[in-house]
């Protein structure tokens, strides 16, 4: 996956979530992702199943690392999000995908709505990197266009 023009993006909550770990390994390619978005230069999408996913990860980190109000702070980052990624709203057919993909695929739901949420948009669903549980579908992910951050080139 070369260049960012017309790229449009389903992002998992991994994606999103690596925005706000200062230190891990691909903030800095997500920071130009929400730039690019932000500019226009690309798509991004995200589903309401993963930005509660998202809002409870991101409350999660910002609980261990001590912000004085993690649940609120975490809300406001979602609207951040909300604001740079178009929220696509589940129809019965993207419910549906996912329940079929989750009996082929055999991952995390959320995972599975990021992945029918981008078949819906003939967009890319991107993912932070393979999670130990999508390995053994690896194969069939790849068929269905997953990508991982690894992968794109900004």
Not at 145 to 154: Q, T
Request: glycine content about 4%; aromatic content about 8%.
């Amino acid at each position: 996956m070369r260049g960012c023009s017309s790229m449009r993006l389903v992002l998992d909550t991994s994606v999103i979530v690596e925005y706000v770990v200062l230190g891990s390994t691909y903030r800095p390619k997500v920071v130009k992702l929400f730039e690019l978005a932000s500019r226009g230069g690309v798509e991004l999408y995200v589903n309401p199943v993963t930005l509660s996913e998202v809002l409870y990860v991101v409350s999660r980190i910002y609980q261990a690392a001590e912000v004085e109000d993690p649940n609120g702070e975490a809300l406001d980052y979602v609207e951040w999000v909300k604001r740079r990624a178009r929220v696509v709203e589940l129809s019965e057919n993207i419910v549906l995908r996912a329940g079929e993909l989750k009996k082929l695929l055999r991952i995390a739901l959320v995972d599975c709505y990021v992945i029918a949420t981008a078949e819906a948009l003939r967009a890319t669903p991107l993912f932070k990197e393979i999670e130990y549980e999508m390995r053994p579908a690896l194969a069939k992910l790849r068929e269905l266009g997953v990508r991982f951050l690894k992968e794109v080139e900004l």
